[in-house]
């Protein structure tokens, strides 16, 4: 039987639980045991599908298809393990659930209400994952605790503590410390407040997490012990890492956390060995090398709407031991002329996946920059798409080439709504979904890259390279270097007379871990870092 270990934070949101729980779930992987990660989501979506970047940042996708929220991208990269439908549910789909069973009489007629009904549908989505070889189910709970949204959830782990035992049960409490720069006071009353509330509910921590910009002195922590009623050795200091969030797994272990966590559990475990993460870290912290890369995008303001893409650039560093600078580029500029001149100083150029005919021009632009100059290039969905328009404009002459998704009455439609998207009325998970497989053309620089011929990559979305156009795009350079194993769809493109210049229809960076670089990432950055070596400059 597995054991529960539920994380939940106060005081504000964004305070890092996810960043927390997937440090955890790396420390605990270190001391030899197996988890399973998971994140509840108090909003009614049924999932994050169709929310705007804007208020909910990028669409993480596992490879079983499931849209799910960016926190699993943190587990999985921390980890190393993949996450499923399992590891993600929102309010809206715990009621969906419960309404569809009720439609369904499975209730046989009883009043639907919160309780039981919703918090044991509640508790039957956290159990889904014990299973024989899990040790410990490393629960993340959304939102902040005082939320109304929350509530069904906070009181269902609290059935789960009672129904399971302490001994099998386990409540970390993240919080935030403020510190007052005008009194030079570190304050503890939010996070007194915030774990009152959680024992008015029936929680009662055993461990407090406290985020702070400042080191908290023994007074304070004594302070925090005492009024939260927490062990002092149980108070853990959270303070904002120096150079990367890589650290936190070792901030977290050099204060025994994760001795604490066994120790509840009443579990015995070697030390955990995390000699491979400091490595990394120093990699990042003494760099051999330093370069720049532009990411031409949509969201460019939003760090949170490409949390991947920026994640696996940097794993593309840590592989060749250089600091990445990520220069965000609005693609709605550089359809108005601007930003141009960003070019001169970047060693690649990077085009990321979006939806909708905002910023598609300048993203062409960015990539006719990249091809008409060397240099390195990557792609990934929308940016391929783009890179089919540009090439199809200037390099093959088809005057207004453009995607049906920008332009209906384009004359020259060289991407398209997929065929079987045709009929597709709701929105919501119902794109090209999850983990599909590709074959690549031997002797390309996609199969240098990767090294084998058959891959698997995660999809996200509706319109592909239209076939009618592939032959004339061949004949003048482009080479199709990885397609579906019928041929049908276009999975990767890359120029023949180009140093670096590649463009994946799926998302790669879902893949790439600090640990495990993507493949794409690793080529494409060790391309820029050999630019940097050249100097070279571009021409408008």
Known sequence: MAKYLFITGGVVSSLGKGLTAASIGQILINRGLTIRMQKM??????DPGTMSPFQHGEVYVTDDGTETDLDLGHYERFTNQPTSHKSNYTAGSIYWNVLQKERRGDYLGATIQMIPHITDEIKSCIHSLDEEDVDIIICEMGGTVGDIEGLTFLEAIRQIGLEEGPENVMYIHLTYVPYIQAAGEVKTKPTQQSVAKLREIGILPHVLICRTEVPLTDEVLNKLSLFSNVPLQAVIEERDVAHTIYELPLVLAKQKLDDLILSNFELTRPPAQLEQWQNIVNNIIEPKGKIRIGVVGKYSELQDAYKSIFEAIHHGGIAHKHTIETIKIPAEELEEGKQVEAFNNIEGILVPGGFGARGIEGKINAIKIARENGIPFLGICLGLQCAIIEFARHGC??????TTEANQETPH???????????????????????WPCVIEQNSKTATAYGTLKIHERHRHRYEVNNKYRSVLEEKGLLFSGLSPDSKLVEIMELKDHPWFIATQFHPEFKSTPLHPHPLFKAFVGAAIERHSCNKQISV
């Open 413 to 435: 439609p060289v991407v398209c709504l997929m065929e079987e998207q045709e009929e597709v009325v709701d929105l919501g998970g119902t794109m090209r979904l999850g983990s």
């Open 41 to 46: 989501d108090p909003y009614l979506n049924i």
């Open 397 to 402: 002459a088809l005057k207004n080439a453009n």
